[in-house]
């Protein structure tokens, strides 16, 4: 069965950093184009960041620059570095994979960017 957990969020102020994970189990996730996503409050869950299966890259305009997607194939675990984080990147971020043609999501991390 394929299991996401997210990890890595908090409280953190305006120009801080964050590190998320995204730890997977129950398949190889360098085989699958993987995503990390996120919800703020009274929003639709939006794309923030995608990488396929050859490494490339689709980041949201909003986190150019300051955000980082990444892979560590030996732990299985997608990760994400947050920099220069604002209060709009308030939000629960999630990851999911595609696996065959079912999304799977992870329980989401939640990520609070307030002075």
């Known amino acids: 069965q394929v299991q996401l957990v997210e990890s890595g969020g908090g409280l953190v102020q305006p120009g801080g950093s964050l590190r998320l994970s995204c730890a997977a189990s129950?398949?190889?996730?360098?085989?699958?184009?993987t995503g990390w996503y996120r919800q703020a409050p009274g929003k639709q869950r939006e794309l923030v960041v995608t990488?396929?299966?050859?490494?490339?890259?689709n980041y949201l305009d909003s986190v150019k620059g300051r955000f980082t997607i990444s892979r560590d194939n030996a732990r299985n675990t997608v990760y994400l570095q947050m920099n220069s984080l604002k209060p709009e990147d308030t939000a629960v971020y999630y990851c999911?994979?595609?696996?065959?043609?079912?999304?799977?999501w992870g329980q989401g991390t939640q990520v609070t960017v307030s002075s």
């Open positions: 999911n994979v595609n696996y065959f043609g079912t999304i799977y």
């Open positions: 990488i396929s299966t050859r490494v490339s890259t």
């Open positions: 129950g398949i190889i996730f360098n085989n699958y184009a």
